[in-house]
């Protein structure tokens, strides 16, 4: 079974703080996992990804952890800003470039 | 920066008509994907397209669903014969090839009557 559970469904975080959004993945023949930032009206963009030999990866404000002994990533976002205010969805990756959502997580980051 | 254009951006039909949802790839991309995200819910792979034929499709992508380059730029997504449960944003991403980030559209709302 291809299967991506994400948590929390929703979040919130004031103004400066560190919001963190858990997936785990149920099959091993995934490789690359990303995160993709969605705002109302408008696709799903690429944040931040990473390879399942790699165990973090840091862009700017935005971490991925790896840890693919647990089948478990996150994303981690630092002094968050009130403009992060979005839905997040992990991913995963099938070799044929199918991609696998998990449910999103619904940020909302208070001044 | 390079986008994915979709067109129309708001699709209102039938129940029982044909749609064609289009989609403009970024140029020099090869791989093209449509997804679909029902109201509230994930985001859901529908069917992958390479070197003009399927490479995969989900078990929602039946004989009702096709897709085509028909011009070597548009990709474009029919449903034959929609169906009230076929309201759903709709995306189509690209990617330059397998291992590259696919980059999506800002979708078609298709909404069924």
């Known amino acids: 079974q291809q299967q991506v559970k994400q948590s929390p469904q929703s979040l919130i975080v004031q103004k400066g703080g560190i919001s963190i959004i858990n997936c785990a993945y149920e099959?091993?023949?995934?490789?690359?996992f990303p995160w993709y930032q969605q705002f109302p009206g408008k696709g799903p963009a690429l944040l931040i990804a990473?390879?399942?030999?790699?165990s973090e990866k840091k862009e700017g404000r935005f971490t991925i952890s790896f840890n693919k002994s647990a089948k478990q990533f996150s994303l981690h976002i630092m002094d968050s800003q009130p403009g992060d205010s979005a839905t997040y969805f992990c991913?995963?990756?099938?070799?044929?470039?199918?991609?696998?959502f998990g449910q999103g997580t619904t940020l909302q980051v208070k001044p | 920066e390079p986008e994915v254009t979709q067109t129309p951006s708001h699709q209102v039909t039938q129940m029982g008509q044909e749609v064609i949802l289009h989609c403009v790839p970024i140029?020099?991309?090869?791989?093209f994907y449509w997804y679909r995200q029902i109201l509230g819910q994930k985001v859901e792979f529908l069917v992958s397209?390479?070197?003009?034929?399927?490479?995969?499709k989900s078990e929602i992508f039946d004989d009702q669903f096709s897709v085509e380059r028909p011009d070597g730029s548009n990709f474009t997504l029919k449903i034959r014969s929609t169906k009230l449960e076929d309201s759903a944003m709709y995306f189509c991403?690209?990617?330059?090839?397998?291992?590259?980030?696919?980059?999506f559209g800002d979708g078609t709302r298709l909404s069924i009557l």
């Open positions: 991403a690209t990617s330059g090839d397998g291992n590259q980030p696919q980059h």
């Open positions: 099959n091993t023949a995934f490789d690359y």
């Open positions: 990473i390879r399942p030999d790699v």
């Open positions: 991913a995963a990756r099938r070799v044929t470039g199918k991609l696998i």
């Open positions: 140029s020099n991309h090869l791989y």
């Open positions: 397209f390479y070197n003009n034929e399927i490479s995969e």
